[in-house]
């Protein structure tokens, strides 16, 4: 199975865990499939890839303020360490069900 089946299935599990209210359906799907989106392009979007962190990204500007902030180091488990993770193996399968059912419980509860 392709990643991509993979989260598709893992969404729609999701969907019938939290059970949105019958009017906000369309807005629960589409608030799943933005939040899974953000999840596989906002690391990259902030300089994190797979060759590391890019030069003069937001990515260096946060790496840089949390080496500063940490006498030298990057917390391990820390913002910048999981995003850099993300962008050099991807996020994982529970991180992609995570996020579709907390982004479509938002968009659900939000446009009641």
Same mark, same amino acid.
Do not use: R
């Given at each position: ?14 969907s019938m ?8 359906v369309g ?14 392009? =906002?690391? &990259?979007? $902030? ?6 962190? *890019? !030069?003069? @990204?937001?990515? +260096?500007?946060?790496?840089? #303020? ?12 820390? =913002?910048? &360490?999981? $995003? ?6 991807? *996020? !994982?399968? @529970?991180?992609? +069900?995570?996020?579709?059912? #907390? ?10």
């Amino acid at each position: 199975m392709s990643k991509v089946s993979a989260i598709i299935c893992i969404t729609l599990i999701a969907s019938m865990a939290i059970q949105p209210s019958e009017a906000g359906v369309g807005h629960w799907i589409a608030g799943a499939a933005a939040a899974v989106t953000a999840v596989a392009i =906002v690391p &990259a979007a $902030l300089g994190f890839g797979a060759l590391g962190i *890019a !030069s003069g @990204s937001i990515g +260096a500007g946060m790496m840089s #303020a949390s080496a500063i902030a940490n006498g030298g180091g990057v917390l391990t488990g820390g =913002v910048v &360490a999981t $995003l850099q993770s993300v962008g050099v193996a991807g *996020a !994982s399968y @529970s991180t992609y +069900a995570a996020a579709a059912a #907390a982004g479509g419980a938002a968009v659900d509860y939000f446009t009641k």
